[in-house]
């Protein structure tokens, strides 16, 4: 997504954005006088940043006249501007690698994994094999993993298309272990091979496991895949 931070290059979709932030919330008339624009061009606007989910409106009663909109950005209007969670996360690796052994960060992220694990058991362990690949798949998500899974002649296939970490990874290699971790967890199963990583340079990271490895699949010769 483009950056709204750049103020010498500012448009004027990144002025309300901007301008909202800023705000907490703009009106109509208040985001015009920003960008020094007419409010028909701050609705035309609007409209736009509110399809792609970027803004929410809220109605405002007068006592005499009719309602009016303020507008404030909403949790994915908040993700367009920069954090420094990667360059915090990496300081905090660094000075635990500093005050720690050797180690001691995998056994941090296995500590996370477990967490997760245990807080998501119910949810899962009672679930067959290819539902359970759904469930990982989702519980993946929610971390940040885009990923789904395919069944393959070899067996099945999880493959990661992004990875919320690999910023930090470049330089803190033990975080790779947080993802294959919770797949091993979840599936319940030490079958499993990693055949890509995107730390390494490739497009995606995928792993396999074995048919062997997982009990009889349900409705077997079907191709299907899951998002």
């Known amino acids: 997504m483009k950056s709204v931070t750049d103020k010498s290059k500012n448009s004027t979709r990144d002025i309300i954005l901007n301008s909202i932030k800023m705000n907490n919330q703009a009106t109509v008339e208040e985001l015009a006088e920003a960008a020094s624009v007419s409010p028909v061009t701050v609705r035309h606007h609007l409209n736009s940043l509110q399809a ?134 979840v599936m319940q199963t030490d079958h499993i091979q990693q055949h890509s990583c995107m730390l390494r340079g490739d497009s995606c990271c995928e792993f396999s496991i074995p048919y062997s490895a997982s009990p009889a699949p349900a409705g077997a010769g079907t191709t299907d895949s899951q998002p």
């Not at 303020?70 to 000075?95: M, T």
């Not at 999880?158 to 803190?172: A, D, F, K, M, Q």
């Open 52 to 185: 792609d989910g970027l803004l929410v409106a809220d109605s405002v009663r007068r006592k005499v006249g009719r309602p009016y909109y303020v507008y404030s950005l909403s949790e994915k209007g908040h993700e367009l501007f920069p954090k420094n969670y990667v360059r915090l996360s990496g300081r905090l690796l660094d000075e635990l690698k500093s005050r720690f052994p050797a180690g001691m960060l995998v056994e941090v992220f296995n500590g996370v994994v477990e967490r997760i694990v245990e807080e998501n058991r119910e949810d899962f362990e009672n679930l067959g094999f290819e539902e359970r690949l759904t469930f990982l798949v989702n519980l993946l998500g929610e971390e940040g993993f885009l990923a789904r899974w395919e069944k393959h002649e070899d067996g099945y296939h999880l493959i990661e298309y992004s990875c919320p970490y690999i910023s930090v990874g470049r330089t803190h290699t033990e975080i790779c272990t947080f993802d294959k971790s919770l797949i091993l967890s």
